[in-house]
């Protein structure tokens, strides 16, 4: 059997690591390098694409052929990317529900082949430094990983010639690269993970040796590109001003700049100032500035600051105050800027080790920031292949998982932040008489309407036509190991059963993660107002139509009094329903109530008469009267 690597597929880097008796390190190239920036050139149609630090230097000269932060585009498709994000200096399409691709030299490429070159080179480096093929890996992915994404990670795998053992959540590997393991038990860690374009803060407890994540909170497009780019921004603002140059219409020019912005960036977490220098931006024009880490952190301290929030909502999932936890670890290349550190020592209390201030339990940076992934990933790998048997992990689903119901809400399935794998059903039935066949809509989001939340799929299951409320269909979810999502619908009669494996984003119908993510929060108000209205409407929708068939079997029993009050009830109702406003879907919750009320009220005699022919009609059949 082939030794399993563990590989951390970064946004801005990728590594790939193994444990050699007993000790996790990091492979080298040949050429002595442990870090793989994840870039790609292609020179030209026929020739071997190249990756890693070679592809870097082309950037600036070739930036139309080389790709970076393919992550960012994984298993998502054309209409979940901003405009923003599609500006890289490499041609990017994708239109509606296509997934991306990336067009060179007349050829498309999927973020899926891109990312399998950056594996194949892991592939390729692990194999030389082994001296035998390998063929299985651990790949480590953000916990704001939805099933697309993971699928997608995982294809890109298989496509470098890798048996994907397993997907794991990065800041999972991070706290096993940090020796965690051998705390206390029931130690509580916050992983903070800063890297080159996702954001995660995740809270784990350790329990009889085993790691549970307790919750997790993240921005799968945030990240340290974000700084980069405020930094091209000032950088260019500063062209500008200089020289009335606009370097935003020459990729060339626009890609050395961003190169100068982050090795700048990197300097000034070691310095106070640093002279960024870009020479002959054109034939008259050089740019020279020393830009100070003050300055640094007053163009990116928005950025930083938006973790906080992330930080403390991961607290509050877990039920945790600051005071609770044990250990906090950095993990990301951003984390070695000291603004970073700051505000993590705040946020959670603890000793910044670069100042010595704060009274909690210091700030854990024993790790190579940008290592402790990979080297988690190498742990688990060895967990797999049973050298390290008494150690499992356990991890939860950052976002809840559910299926649409009546009126277009959200009927939530697995909550978020439930340990993985985990398995949960529940059973539905028609809201339409002899309706022949079922929708199942499966969605992923905190958001009480469907629309609102991310769609992962829809499948149809069929049965028996039947009076509404008869058919009743089982429908259950099933999270494997690796986070990805099965469903199972069975008609509960005959036992029919449709399975779905939850695929590829191509056939997915979707708002994009953060939107989404973000929108929960800012519209819990209207969210609760719309699931009340839904709520309402259905059940102002359900009174009317028994009241109208009522009224067409017994209506000419009651007085002509009567008749009028329940009129004026269904008028008043249907007058109510039209308050609903066009645009938020949202009418007068109040008096809609108030109308069912009356309604209700006002049709008691009817129900009566009903209810007696009922009987009648009972007693009749059974020839007692
Ligand atoms: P990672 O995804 O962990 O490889 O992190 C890469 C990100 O960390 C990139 O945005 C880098 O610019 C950033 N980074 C790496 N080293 C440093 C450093 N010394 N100071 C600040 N940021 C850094």
Redesign the pocket.
């Known amino acids: 059997m082939s030794k399993i690597i563990g590989i951390?597929l970064?946004?801005?880097?990728?590594?790939a690591a193994t444990v050699d008796s007993g000790i996790p390190l990091v492979i080298a190239d040949t050429a002595g390098r442990r870090?793989t920036p994840?870039v790609v050139y292609f020179p030209n149609e026929s020739s071997t694409p190249i990756v890693g630090e070679e592809a870097v230097r082309t950037r600036a000269l070739k930036p139309k052929e080389t790709v970076y932060s393919i992550k960012r585009f994984m298993g998502r498709r054309g209409n979940e990317i901003s405009a923003e994000e599609m500006l890289v200096t490499y041609p990017i399409t994708g239109k509606g529900h296509e997934g991306v691709t990336v067009e060179i030299h007349g050829q498309f490429h999927t973020p899926e082949e891109i990312s399998s070159l950056i594996l194949a080179k892991l592939k390729a480096d692990a194999e030389q430094f082994f001296g035998e093929p390998v063929t299985r890996a651990v790949i480590t992915v953000p916990a704001y990983f939805n099933d697309a994404q993971r699928n997608a990670t995982r294809k890109a795998g298989e496509l470098a010639g890798l048996t994907v053992e397993r997907i794991i959540n990065e800041p999972t590997a991070a706290a096993l690269a940090y020796g965690l393991n051998k705390l206390k038990d029931r130690s509580r860690i916050a992983v903070y993970?800063?890297?080159?374009?996702?954001f995660d803060l995740s809270i784990l407890e350790l329990n009889k040796g085993v790691f549970q994540v307790l919750s997790t909170h993240g921005d799968t497009r945030l990240?340290?590109?974000d700084?980069?780019k405020r930094v091209v921004d000032f950088i260019l603002s500063k062209i500008t001003e200089e020289s009335k140059l606009d370097l935003t219409k020459t990729p060339e020019q626009l890609a050395r700049v961003r190169e100068a912005a982050?090795l700048a960036?990197?300097?000034?977490?070691?310095y106070t100032q640093t002279r960024i220098s870009i020479p002959f931006l054109t034939s008259e024009y050089s740019f020279d500035y020393t830009l100070t880490r003050d300055k640094l952190e007053e163009l990116t301290r928005d950025i930083i600051l938006r973790t906080r929030a992330h930080c403390l909502q991961s607290l509050s999932d877990a039920h945790l105050q600051p005071e609770d936890l044990d250990q906090v670890i950095l993990?990301?290349?951003?984390?070695?800027?000291p603004l970073?550190r700051q505000m993590v020592a705040k946020i959670f209390h603890c000793k910044n080790p670069d100042s010595s201030e704060g009274n909690g339990p210091e700030l854990n940076t024993s790790q190579h920031?940008?290592e402790a992934?990979a080297l988690g990933a190498a742990i688990q790998a060895e967990v797999l292949s049973g050298s390290l048997s008494n150690l499992l992990l356990l991890d939860v689903t950052p976002l809840s998982l559910g299926i649409e119901t009546f009126g277009g809400l959200m009927n939530v399935i697995i909550p978020r932040n439930t340990t993985i794998p985990t398995k949960a059903g529940e059973l539905f039935t028609t809201a339409v008489d002899y309706q022949p066949d079922m929708l199942i809509h499966v969605l992923q989001g905190e958001r009480e309407r469907a629309a609102d939340n991310w769609s992962l799929g829809r499948f149809t299951i069929s049965f028996e036509p039947a009076p509404k409320g008869v058919p009743r269909v089982g429908v259950q979810f099933e999270i494997d190991a690796d986070g990805i999502l099965h469903v199972l619908a069975r008609d509960v009669k005959t036992g029919k059963e449709v399975n779905v494996p939850i695929k590829s984003t191509i056939d997915v119908k979707d708002e994009d993660v953060k939107k989404m993510v973000q929108e929960s929060i800012d519209h819990a108000r209207d969210d609760v107002k719309a699931r009340q209205w839904i709520e309402t409407k259905i059940r102002a929708r359900d009174t009317l139509l028994a009241t109208r068939s009522g009224m067409s079997a017994c209506g000419n029993q009651l007085s002509p009094e009567q008749r009028e009050k329940i009129e004026a009830a269904i008028k008043h109702i249907e007058s109510v329903l039209e308050t609903e406003d066009p645009l938020t879907k949202i009418g007068d919750i109040l008096k809609l109530k108030a109308a069912n009320t009356a309604l209700d009220n006002c049709t008691r005699p009817l129900a009566d008469l009903v209810m007696d022919k009922a009987m009648e009609e009972l007693l009749k059949k059974r020839g007692l009267i």
Do not use: A, C, H, Y
């Open positions: 951390d970064g946004t801005t880097n990728s590594l870090i994840s993970d800063f890297g080159g374009g996702t990240g340290g590109d700084l980069d982050e960036k990197k300097q000034l977490s070691k993990v990301g290349g951003q984390t070695r800027m970073i920031p940008d992934i």
